[in-house]
């Protein structure tokens, strides 16, 4: 790692942590981290997920995002290193000498290099290792969180990369655990520095403009991080660069938020912990131009609308448990990583709930809201874990409601999006509704989300205003805070927030009577400002992120400000040996290297 004056030698201590926690409530965040941008050392503990990949010796880094998974780089894993029996990987380390009392060692199983890696473009340069058993947390090994699908990253963030590889360009590895702080590079200027065509949408750049310190050989694989608020997110790998340090050729790391998917179908159970960055404000690589960089179009922000759910083809009929997609407003409330209520998106950052979901606690801190989520167990790829800043109960006569500020704007997508709030609607009679809930001990071994059609109903004796009546409905706790939802003109929307004091029963048990959301109008009003609208018969697509190849870092979402994203440095693949043979390739790709074995 070339540094030129920032070093990073260790000493520190933290608490044991169990594994049967989730990797949310654990991930990225380690006790003796005190870090400002700027720092010059890094105590032992510092990095806890930080791993060293041997054969023989370190060749490779690698980052630990579980208790059985490691992350790095697919070009690290060709030939015999390609070989999983061959390969050990160190975690807990600090240096490559004899002397690392909170280490663990733990071969390797399995190697999975990204099917679509390409060697010549670098493109996809990602690969997970799984481990021959499970290690143990402590205050020197834990996981580091990842950047989820949707996260973007503008150009001047402070990020860090670790890893014990060559201190300048053709020098020697280093012996202690490095440590540097670079800017993020956006993917327009990167363009132009490596010529335009050479960086892609899953690539990331970082490094500064005179040079001086960047990744180098022996880096390879490891982590790209950013710390957004008490978590650290890893939002690259390193993959390659031109040298190492070189003014205005910065490193460049595979984008680890473009794998989402691809890590989560890899890794079933005991998934890593994907968390949402987006940087705030304009990014400033917007506006950079170079010969053959396409311009950037301007762009007109659609307005966010609600009630719009594209994976939503539900007739009348329909099975218990819905799918991916199906309800995409659902939110899962949760205190200690585990469910307790239901919700639903009804703003760009907002939650709607019970309010007595929070006789325990009404404190925002206790609880995070999940979003895209479909199962409590197994896989959920297309979900968002967001913390809540603040908590608003209404304070009527009778049932309540609550609204949940979130801390970040979710990316909307297909599996994310508002619904739209009864605002003094009326649903006649004989009007096909849906309830839908994560009722306890129903949906399977995943606990999928459970869906039931049901019709309105007259109210006979207990009609009025406020009321809206269907046919006989049983909730459990898990189904508080959610939606009764009608269709209506093409847009759903919500008629009624599930509570388990209100869904009073009548007519021996064959109506249930629900108040609806129109009667908490004024507070909605308050809380949330103007109340989002459907959509026009024109405009029914849902809002999704769009991409330019060479225009922006990622993926970004016109209709959001504030979440998060990750990418990677890069760094230079030096051997002499190698180079030897493959002089004539070298120069026919650029003299574009992969950060590789030290010398």
Known sequence: MALQGVTCVSVVLILLLRETLSQLSVCGKPALNTRIVGGQTAPA?????????????????GSLINNQWVLSAAHCFQGSTATASRLT??????????????????????????????????????????????????????PVCLAASGSSVHSGEDVWVTGWGALSEGGSSANDLMEVDVPTVGNRQCNCDYGVGQITNNMICAGLREGGKDSCQGDSGGPLVIKQGDQWIQLGVVSFGIGCARPELPGVYALVSSYMTWINNQISSNQPGFVNFRSSGTDSDLSV????????????????????????TRLIGGSSVATAGMWPWMASLQKKQ?????????????????????????????????????????????????????????????????????????????????????????????????????STGRGGDQ???????????????????????????????????????????????????????????????TVSVFTKVSRFGSFLSRTLGTLLSPASSANTTSTTSTTNTTSTTNTTNTTNTTSTTSTGGGSSFCSPFIFLHLLLLVWSVHAVDLKLFPL
Request: contains cysteine; hydrophobic residues 35%.
């Open 45 to 61: 503990g510092s990095w806890p997920w930080q791993a060293s990949l041997h054969e023989f010796s370190h060749f490779c880094g």
């Open 89 to 142: 990987v160190y975690v807990g380390r600090q240096t490559q000498g004899p002397s690392n009392p909170n280490e663990v060692s733990r071969s390797v199983s399995l190697v999975i290099n990204h099917p679509n890696y390409n060697s010549t473009t670098n493109d996809n340069d990602i690969a997970l290792l799984r481990l021959s058993s499970a290690v143990t947390f402590t205050d020197y090994i834990l």
């Open 289 to 312: 131009s170079c010969n053959g960089l396409p311009t950037v179009p301007p762009t007109t922000p659609q307005p966010v609308v609600c009630g719009n759910a594209p994976k939503n």
């Open 338 to 438: 585990t469910h307790v209520c239901g919700g639903t998106l009804v703003a760009v950052d907002a939650v709607l709930s019970d309010a007595d979901c929070f006789n325990s606690s009404a404190m925002a801190s206790d609880w995070t809201v999940v979003l895209g989520r479909l199962n409590q167990n197994g896989s959920n790829p297309f979900e968002v874990t967001l913390n809540v800043t603040n908590i608003t109960l209404s304070n009527l006569t009778g049932s309540n409601v609550a609204v949940l500020q979130l801390s970040i704007q979710p990316t909307l997508s297909d599996y994310i999006q508002p619904i739209c709030m009864d605002n003094g609607l009326t649903f006649s009679v004989g009007t096909t509704c849906w309830v839908a809930g994560w």
């Open 447 to 509: 606990q999928a989300l459970q869906e039931k059609q049901i019709s309105v109903v007259d109210c006979g004796n207990s009609s009025s205003s406020d009321s809206i009546c269907t046919g006989s409905v049983s909730l459990e706790q898990g189904d508080a805070g959610g939606p009764l939802m009608c269709k209506k003109d093409g847009s759903w929307f919500q008629a009624s927030v599930l509570t388990l004091a209100n869904s009073t029963r009548t007519r021996a048990d």
